[in-house]
Structure formats: structure tokens, C-alpha cells
């Protein structure tokens, strides 16, 4: 397989596609809209909130909240890259399953 691999095509495509010079910064983020979305509709700030209160609040590294969550780990860390910061409200997994559920319900009250 490594036989067909074309670097200078690879190259090529990256140049193209401009991946030295993107429109966008890399790196955290904790804005309140990502795209037209807000936070709270994006499953990643979910995920990292998650995340990030069982790695802070319990010391666990991201292998072991990937299996706590049953969640990919390499999904883990994506998600807590785009949204670095813990809601200072998330203290226990029961305040962000709490939040989760309020936000879950005023969804379905504003789409009625």
C-alpha cells in the first residue's frame, strides 16, 4: 500500500486546499456560537464538559473517561481541544446530566 502513496500529489492537495494558511485559528475556543450554533447545541461542548469534569474534578486521564463515558477517546479529546474551559456550574456528573436534561427541554418546548 505505501508503494501507491503519492507525496507530491498529497502535497499538491494540501496546497490547494491552503492547510498552511487557514481562514480559521486552531486551538481552544469558548465562544458562544460555533458556526451558527450555540454551545449548548453542539454534542461536543456536552462531551467535553463531561469530560473535563471527571479529568479535573476526579483526576482521570482521557483513556479512562473514554470508558467511563463510552465514548470514543480520540472524541474526548477533540472535544475538549474545541472547548477547554469547565463550566464552573459542572461540579458533579449529575450537574452536567442535570443541565443536559434542562437544555433537552427547552428544545422541545420552543419547537412546539
Request: charged fraction near 35%.
Amino acid at each position: 500500500m505505501a508503494e501507491n502513496f503519492d507525496l507530491k500529489r498529497a502535497l499538491e492537495t494540501l496546497a490547494m486546499d491552503d492547510w498552511l494558511n487557514p481562514t480559521e485559528p486552531f486551538g481552544g475556543t469558548n465562544t458562544e456560537l460555533i458556526g451558527d450554533k450555540t454551545k449548548e447545541e453542539d454534542p461536543r461542548y456536552w462531551i467535553s464538559q463531561a469530560s473535563l469534569m471527571l479529568m479535573n474534578n476526579y483526576k482521570r486521564s482521557a483513556r479512562s473517561v473514554s470508558r467511563v463515558l463510552g465514548i470514543d477517546r480520540d472524541r474526548i479529546v477533540r472535544s475538549t481541544k474545541l472547548y477547554v474551559d469547565l463550566d464552573p456550574k459542572f461540579e458533579t456528573p449529575e450537574d452536567v446530566v442535570e443541565a443536559l436534561k434542562e437544555y433537552q427541554k427547552q428544545t422541545v418546548r420552543s419547537t412546539k
